[in-house]
């Protein structure tokens, strides 16, 4: 009887070493993309890779593998919202229409931004007027200031944002903040009235004098 | 009293204010260089950019910022409201309570009254950015809801009740007629709410204000009211001294001192419990941080500007000591007691009217600022020059009905 | 004895009809709602005084004064122009481009479009605080360069704290700091504001689509609005403005950043001139970090619907019972405090 107790607690330890000596070995071995990668002759550490920056095994993308967005065959196609297959890195200028392809490859998995983004709470907004321009000027304090300049300003229609790509790094997408620019005015200045000041002194100073003066005259009398 | 009378009238104020001994008019011709160099400030450097179409100049020669939008101008303001409204005692005493040497003086009251509220538009118009567009639109467009217009409406109109009441007695004096019935209690039941009226309304222009917390308290309006009280008929007793010494002829009877230091005491104990009571509140209690914040400023002086402090402690102390002084009949009843008491009154009321009220609830403003607010030389040049008009039109009215009523009682 | 009789009746009748009168008058003012009275206290336009014909000539009256100004700051604009080409010759670039602005200046009296009511929101977490939107604001609308008249405001302001009397508006260049929020401050658009309710000459009133407008010919200066204000939004022209041809913004309205006389009260308008035709506010445009939104709070699909419910939004100082109409929030993301020591 006590034998068998000892035995399956013996057996119920070994099964759980190997359990978690199983656990260990999948935290610390080796990702299943190395076993495409080696097929698609892409070399380098998977965890902590240098394109993104990225250390998959901490933070937000704990747990995310290379498949989860690159697709087959080659890395250049990425999944999007709603198993779109989105072309990335493509070398020409970028059209409007596929800069809002690629912005589905962010929308997979930042929704709530991209919806955010497509309703204008997200993003840069700007307008545009028939036959006019938008011209960037230094202005006030250095501020850069888009001046319109239109040929009439009566209608003006609104710009979708720029794509995600056009302000965030993808590989970085955290923005980081800009300069201050200087400190701002509330005080009206008042300029220097020395002259008001030694003019206020001697009216009143004479004025008094003769109040003072016909003060005591009337009670001479 | 038909045109004719009224010029008459007019002329005979004009000629018998004008007219005096050589001290007389070394008095005017001091108070004129005054006046003129206000004005002259006023029209040619404040509101230069108005009057002249200039470039330079403006109201940036005041030290008013867009935090503390209003100064000097509006405390003094508010001080001469309410000397204003206490010229209404006498009249109040002489008629309602039918005290025959108060009658005497009542008139004097209104001369008061017109004077002050002239000092009081002027010093609005001196204030305001576009006095002319003001005067003509302010009639025409009235927003109900603003607390300015109602108090334009009941400063004219109290202005014009006190006018037509002083060319009224000057005119049936003259003729050595008495005031009849049918005049006097129309014209007090008229003044007396008016007189009231004008600083209650003076009070309600920043009682309501959510945004200025050390006003929005609804002990705003008595304490003008209060003080008002004890500051007029302080200027009153010292304008009747003054008379009484350098006027031939001239007598006040006894009574009239006594009871308007009674007048002058009361309100200042019941203005002195009300600054307790509001200190209390705002000091002691209030976790709101914009009160707690101007309180501190005022009662403490924490932050600058630091003469707030000393005003309010001014006030407190100048106003205790002279009703401490009242309370002995050995000085209330003393001519340089008098003189002492009615001027320490007025110093006070001065102290507490002022800056002390309107500045604490400019700072810190809306976003947490302590833009320090100090009336530059402009502003103490035009302040004076205003009071300086205002004291010639006192000095000539005064001069003119006292010696209507001197040859009226001498009959 | 039948005469006193009589007057004795006569006297009894008048006391009841006083008495009836009295008792009718206090019925009716009791029975009045307080939103009846509240109407009648309410601030009286122009159209209600003088009756329908200026009603109808409301429209038409903001065209033809927009139509004088525009002769007269055109013509003010042509003779700066022709100082600069005076001074920098003919040909020189500044000539032309100053000769150019003041063709194009138009000064508009877009009415509201009915149905819009426009607000804003403001993203907390992203605002860095960098000024740009104040300065921006200041090249829009065409303020005085002189006092350098700012609308917008921005205070730095402790995360725990948020209390509005402990900001600082002179920070440094070190912004964004760590647990330290900006937040810009202008005029909030309220839906009771009390500047309008003090105005004694209605020359601030709010239009039908939520901007609060100040009539700059109208304005007497008395600065009862900036003492009544609780946000601090109002700025007064302390002298006569003063702006550059060369950066001149030729787009006017007549309610918003036409040019200014001394001693007016003006404040953010919510770039009436931009907005009333579609676009949007410079302070918007100009943010790098994309802090604030603006738009249609009736727009379903607009910006400021998609916040409110996403995120939900508050408003500065409810205590005063102002009802703003400009949204702050804590968006989803904050931008990182500039890399420091402390940071």
Redesign the interface.
Known sequence: MKLSVYLVAYILAVLSLFVISSKASEETGIYPCQQCHAVLNVTGLVREETVHDKNLTIGAHRGLYCANCHKAPTVWIMEGLNDTLVEIGIKDIHSREKLDEMNLVCAKCHY??Y??YT?????????VCEEGRIIN?A????????????K???????VP?RACVECHNPHNP??????????????????K?DN??Y??LA??I??????V???I???R? | MDIKALIDTIKYILSSGLRGSKSYYLFLAGLTIMMIYGLYNWVFVQHAPIFLKSEYGGLVVTNLTDSVPWGIYIAFFIFWVGVAAAGIVFGIIAYVFNNESFKKVAVLGEVQAIAAIIIVLLLIIADMGQPLRALILMPQLPNLRSMLDWDFVVLTGYLLINIIGLLYTIHMYRQDKPLGKKFIIPFIIIAAPFAIGIHTVTAFISQALTARPIWHSPLLAPRYVATAFASGPALLLLVLLIAEKYMDRFKVDEDVYKKTMYVIVGSMIIGLYFSLSEAQELFWYTNEPWKKAQAELLYMGKGQPGYLVILFAGWIILGTISVLLALIPRYRNSYWGRVVIASLVIVAVVFEKTMTIIVPAFIPDPLGRYVVYYPSPIEYAITIGIHALGLIIYAVLAKASLLTIIKHYEK | MKEEGKIDSKKRQLLKAAAVGIGAGMVSFIAIERNKLMEVLRPVSLSEIIGFVEAEEGLNKYEKRAREREAEIKKMCRAEADKICLDKGEDSAECSEARNRCEKIVVKATPPKPGTRFVMALDINKCIGCRRCAYACVMENNTDRDIGIEWIHVLEVHRDDLELLNTNIDYGEEAPKKDYVYIPMACMHCDEPSCVYVCPVVATWKEDDGIVVVDYDRCIGCRYCITACPYGARRFNWKKPRVPVLELNPNMHILGNVLRYPHVVEKCIYCIQRTRDGGIPACVEVCPVGARSFGDINDPEGPIRRILEKYGAFVLRPETGNKPMFFYYFGPARTPPRSKEEG
Request: hydrophobic share 35%; glycine share 6%.
């Open positions: 709530d931004i919806e955010d309703r204008l709470a997200h993003g840069n907004s700007t307008f000027v202005g006030y304090k250095g501020v850069i200031y888009s001046f319109h300049e239109c009439e300003y009566s209608k003006f229609t609104p944002a955290t923005m980081e903040p800009l300069s201050i620019l200087p400190k701002q005015n509330y005080v009206a200045p008042t300029p009235q008001v000041v003019g206020t009216v009143t004479t004025a008094m004098s003769l109040i003066l016909a003060i005259r009337g009670e009398r």
